[in-house]
């Protein structure tokens, strides 16, 4: 009896944490689905714009008619249902493709870009890309979730048994992935190091800096002093000599002061 309530009591155990499992896949794949109904709802409104641009630069560009024809096609591609997202993003892609053509055209018509109307629909569509970004993102971000959740253990049993399966992320293909590359024209320009950085040798046609040991002129030596002049012995008290004293008689000369 205790061994067929053990049994009874993992058995339920188990079934909760499959339901837990399953409840959380549903809840993660419900997610991925409202996020890509919010993409669908931009891309309406992207696709909706951009066919009243088009009519705004037929009214003073009607002759650009491959331009404009190019724009129609890759918009009706966009518009067509039952698209996957892989197969959304990449007809998206060749509208915005497209649509750039169109923008660059629309450069050489100064009274098209002062119109009011195109100035409007240009705002509405930036604005529009915008959403449009962030929607994706928030997106890709439940993808990720979800199918991280199909690939690990254990959810991944539980949603191999009730067939859930990964999702495809929308993902910005071609030249919207590339970043805008800035060139002044300076690539291949050799650039000298700055004169104070040790590493490197100075440029043959920079001139030296005024503080440089190399310029600065050297003090002018100090002349060499010249030996002081010894001082004269003291002369000897000498006494006057009396002529008329005879030479045999002279008296001895006093002995000189002590100092």
Same mark, same amino acid.
């Given at each position: ?9 993992? *058995?339920?155990?188990?079934?909760? @944490? ?7 896949? @549903? ?5 991925v689905q409202e996020a890509w ?12 714009? @951009? ?23 890759? !918009? ?22 497209? *649509?750039? &053509? ?34 994706? &993102? ?5 993808? !990720? ?15 191999? @048994? ?24 300076? &690539? ?33 030596? +100090? ?16 006494? +006057? ?14 002995p000189a002061p002590r100092v």
């Amino acid at each position: 009896m205790i061994t067929a309530i053990v049994i009874v009591a993992i *058995l339920v155990v188990l079934a909760l @944490i499959v339901v837990g499992m399953y409840n959380g896949l @549903i809840k993660l794949r419900n997610l991925v689905q409202e996020a890509w109904r919010q993409i669908d709802v931009e891309l309406t409104r992207r696709h909706d714009l @951009i066919g009243n641009l088009v009519e705004t630069v037929k009214g003073y560009a009607a002759h650009e008619r491959g331009t404009l024809e190019d724009v129609m096609k890759a !918009r009706s591609a966009a518009m067509a249902p039952n698209q996957s997202p892989g197969q959304q993003a990449e007809s998206e892609n060749i509208l915005s493709q497209a *649509l750039g &053509r169109l923008i660059a055209v629309a450069e050489a018509y100064p009274d098209l870009k002062a119109n009011q109307n195109f100035m409007a629909l240009q705002a509405e569509l930036t604005s529009t890309e915008d959403r449009i970004a962030s929607a994706r &993102r928030y997106y890709n971000a439940t993808v !990720r979730d979800l199918n991280t959740k199909v690939e690990t253990v254990p959810t991944n049993f539980v949603a191999g @048994i009730f067939g859930i399966k990964q999702a495809e992320y929308f993902e910005a293909v071609g030249e919207q992935r590339e970043a805008p590359k800035v060139d002044f024209g300076q &690539r291949d320009a050799t650039i000298p190091p700055p004169s104070g950085y040790a590493g490197g040798a100075p440029s043959a046609s920079t001139p030296p800096s005024p503080t440089s040991p190399a310029q600065t002129p050297a003090a002018p030596e +100090p002349p060499a002093a010249s030996p002081a002049p010894q001082a004269a012995p003291p002369a000897e008290a000498t006494q +006057p000599i009396d002529p008329t004293t005879p030479p045999g008689d002279v008296p001895p000369a006093p002995p000189a002061p002590r100092v």
